[in-house]
Nanobody, 111 residues
Framework: QVQVVESGGGLVPAGGSLRLSCSASGRAFSMYNMAWYRQAPGKQREFVATITWNKRQTLYADSVKGRFTISRDNATDTVYLQMNNLKPEDTAIYYC????WGQGTQVTVSS
């Protein structure tokens, strides 16, 4: 059974940092791109960042470029999102997508 589980969310002040993790299991995911999305209250889910299966390419939403870094560990089918200089507008539920969706992890940035 495929499982995608995010962790690492929490409450941080503006300017703070968080590192999200997403672990996938139940099949091999090392040949798939991995991505992070987020959904703020009352808004549609939006793309945040993605990384190719071979780690050669990453892509970021303009709103997070220069502040967030996506990485992955193919040995453990885990993808990470390092978030620095967080802003209140980054508050959202963050979802991992590896062919399947996780349940999300809440990130709240206080002003």
């Amino acid at each position: 059974q495929v499982q995608v589980v995010e962790s690492g969310g929490g409450l941080v002040p503006a300017g703070g940092s968080l590192r999200l993790s997403c672990s996938a299991s139940g099949r091999a995911f090392s040949m798939y791109n991995m991505a992070w999305y987020r959904q703020a209250p009352g808004k549609q889910r939006e793309f945040v960042a993605t990384i190719t299966w071979n780690k050669r390419q990453t892509l970021y939403a303009d709103s997070v470029k220069g502040r967030f870094t996506i990485s992955r560990d193919n040995a453990t089918d885990t993808v990470y999102l390092q978030m620095n200089n967080l802003k209140p507008e980054d508050t959202a539920i963050y979802y991992c997508n590896v062919q399947y969706w996780g349940q999300g992890t809440q990130v709240t940035v206080s002003s």
